[in-house]
């Protein structure tokens, strides 16, 4: 799996953020634990974690 990006989360809906999530779960469950590819896909769930968050965060208005 290659690295996804934040630039490349910008522009996916929550629906698409939610898949790739499930999508990077699943590849971190088949890769070899200290591999580049399993360093890989735990930075792009990071990634993804960090879009779904600031969204969250967007969409909140304080006060009510």
């Known amino acids: 799996m ?3 990006t ?4 910008t522009s996916r809906t929550d629906a698409e953020l939610a898949v ?3 999508m990077a779960s699943q590849a971190l469950a088949v890769t070899i634990p200290g591999s580049p590819g399993r360093r890989t896909v735990i930075a792009s ?3 993804i974690s ?4 600031v969204r969250h965060r967007q969409c909140t208005v304080p006060g009510f």
Do not use: G, S, W
Not at 6 to 9: I, K
Not at 50 to 53: E, K, M
């Open 6 to 9: 934040d630039f490349e989360l």
């Open 50 to 53: 960090r879009a779904r968050t």
């Open 45 to 47: 769930l990071q990634n």
């Open 20 to 22: 790739l999530f499930h």
């Open 2 to 4: 290659k690295l996804i």
